[in-house]
C-alpha cells in the first residue's frame, strides 16, 4: 500500500487548504484513514480519521469545527479540508492507513507542509 499525500502550501491565517491523499490498492474502502501533523519540535498529533464507509469521523479537539475529513473510495482517495487556518495548524500533515478497526496505523504517506502566516 502506498500513500501520496498533496495539497499543502503557504496560506495566511483564516484560510483555507484541501488536503489530499491517494491510496494505492483495490480494497481502499477497507481502509480506516487518519491525517496526523507534526509541528518543528513537536511529537506528531493525531488530526482526524474516517472509517472504511465513511459514515464515522474522528477529530482533535484542536481542529473540530474546523476541519472536516472525507473520502471518495472510487477514487482511492482521503481528503481533509481544512478552514479557517491558525497560525498553530503549521505543521507537515501526514495521512495514514489502517486495515484494522483500532488502533495504529501500518501505512503512512510522505507528508505535506502546510504553512499558516500570522
Known amino acids: 500500500v502506498q500513500l501520496q499525500a498533496s495539497g499543502g502550501g503557504l496560506v495566511q491565517a483564516g484560510g483555507s487548504l484541501r488536503l489530499s491523499c491517494s491510496v494505492s490498492?483495490?480494497?481502499?474502502?477497507?481502509?480506516?484513514m487518519g491525517w496526523y501533523r507534526q509541528a518543528p519540535g513537536k511529537e506528531r498529533e493525531f488530526v482526524a480519521s474516517i472509517r472504511g464507509s465513511g459514515g464515522s469521523t474522528y477529530y482533535a479537539d484542536s481542529v473540530k469545527g474546523r476541519f472536516t475529513i472525507s473520502r471518495d473510495n472510487a477514487k482511492n482517495t482521503v481528503y481533509v479540508q481544512m478552514n479557517s487556518l491558525k497560525f498553530e495548524d503549521t505543521a507537515v500533515y501526514y495521512c495514514?492507513?489502517?486495515?484494522?478497526?483500532?488502533?495504529?496505523?501500518?501505512?503512512w504517506g510522505q507528508g505535506t507542509q502546510v504553512t499558516v502566516s500570522s
Open positions: 490498492g483495490r480494497t481502499f474502502s477497507s481502509y480506516r
Open positions: 495514514a492507513a489502517s486495515g484494522t478497526y483500532y488502533g495504529g496505523y501500518e501505512y
